[in-house]
């Protein structure tokens, strides 16, 4: 078989290789500091290997290896649920929980359908890639399906996509509303996320059209570009939004001269106690930075631009505590305000615990037990008595 290069594959070539190299730097800082970037991340590596495998049809190079014939499709289902969990992750505060496991489910349907030709022979798999790679449409019929028959998967994984786009989409903007003031860090977020979005509607869009007119060739080609587009854009984005990728923060532009004061760069060893204490104090409570989970002392520390030694010597005069009963007595003090307001009374523990900013209920449990002397469920019942 002839190897084509031409200029559309080596566009494939280049946004897969930078979409894996600039996935695995967000995994990195994803694991490292920022874990709600986790399903961006592998939303990242994920696509670039589909477009990988696009580019190997492409180029005709998927003859010289045949085992990543239907890889792509494979790929796609895995993404699809990512740009949802990312925005689910950020937006109601919370990580990894078993039943994101359901996501997986089509995959499984999938190989259930086409486990058969998934484990055919190379040489199988050729014959069937001479017949397919330069038509199109035969190979989006999914002609080999077992159970459910072709034309299913194609069409099934647009709906799913456009179906998750709509639930990240309500997600967001129900956020966006819930929203009265934002740090620039947010503001940050919230523009990338917007950008994301833009573009994910036009990765699905083109199916749609196919319904009016548009030919299922052009349908393909336009999806294509849009995520090889995205691909190449987040990619150089991670030069320009720090922030959101790697997990570190941006530091104000301008601040009062009072504030300014309080946290230089680098807090002299002269600097009062209690200078000290009022930043923190105002830092935290303005930002409302213990709402973010698995805050440390070492986050506030380059938040603040002040040394974490600083923060607990100071935090230990002051509150007689460290820092993590410290920034938990934030949490409860804030989970009782809401319940005051009426706010939350019905919510799960769970919830709750998520919307504080604690990692899990027990946690949250023991340390609304260990500030307020009740248990969160007693102290509700007191409150509708």
Known sequence: MEVILDFNALIHLAAAILGILSGFIILY?????????????????????AIFVNFSLIS?????????????????????????????????????????????????????????????????????????VNDLDLLGKFAQSKYIGPNFHENFRSFLFSFYWIAQFYLFLKWSKAQK??????????????????????????????????????????????????????????????????GFTIKPEKETPKIKKQIETKVGEDQKSDDVILAIEQQMDERKLFLTMGYSINDFSRDINIPVYQISKTLNTFKGMGFVDYINQKRILYCVSKFGKGEWLMYTSEAIAAECGFSNRNTFTRAFKKFQGIYPSEFKKKLNS
């Open 29 to 49: 800082f994803g694991i490292k500091s920022n874990p709600k970037n986790q399903p961006l991340a592998i939303f990242q590596i994920i696509a670039s290997i």
């Open 60 to 132: 005709e190079l998927i003859f010289y290896w045949p085992f990543m014939y239907r890889m792509g499709h494979i790929c796609i289902l895995i993404f699809l649920p990512m740009p949802f969990l990312f925005v689910v992750f950020h937006t109601r505060n919370r990580l990894w929980k078993w039943y994101d496991l359901l996501h997986a489910l089509p995959l499984l349907v999938f190989f259930i359908d086409y486990g058969h030709v998934l484990l055919m022979s190379n040489a199988e798999k050729i014959l069937i890639l001479q017949k397919e």
């Open 181 to 246: 003031a934002m740090a620039k860090q947010t503001k940050i977020w919230k523009n990338w996320t917007m950008f994301f979005l833009s573009f994910q509607f036009f990765m699905f869009v083109p199916f749609y059209l196919s319904f009016f007119g548009l030919d299922s060739l052009t349908s393909y080609h336009m999806t294509n570009s849009f995520v090889v587009i995205w691909l190449l854009l987040s990619s150089v984005s991670l030069f320009f939004f720090p922030s959101l990728l790697y």
